[in-house]
């Protein structure tokens, strides 16, 4: 499973924020998930749910955030969010869309209990 690995390395970082901050819990993550990301962003919570017992965030409440597809039309520069995935320019027609985001997975915050 894709959301496996992702939930692994995503817990090798906070185990090292938690270290520098040295935080006794992790309360609270926060991801942001493109849906071009290709995770499911209910198995990442699965995931999440069975990697973090015997872990500092054993406690730890996930949040995830999806986020739209932005993207640019290369002829015209107009930008929009395409609904159905047709990458067809609404202003001019063209067909050379560039993704401009909604493929990232990004740690967007973290809390912790000091
Ligand atoms: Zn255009």
Known sequence: MHELSIVANLFEILKEKAKEQKAKRIT????????LSGVVPELLESAFDIYKKKTIASEAK???????VKVKCQSCGFEFSPEDFTMICPSCGSFEIKILSGDELL???MELEI
């Open 107 to 109: 740690l967007e915050k």
């Open 28 to 35: 609270k993550v926060k991801l942001k998930v493109g849906v």
């Open 62 to 68: 996930l949040e995830i955030e999806k986020t739209l």
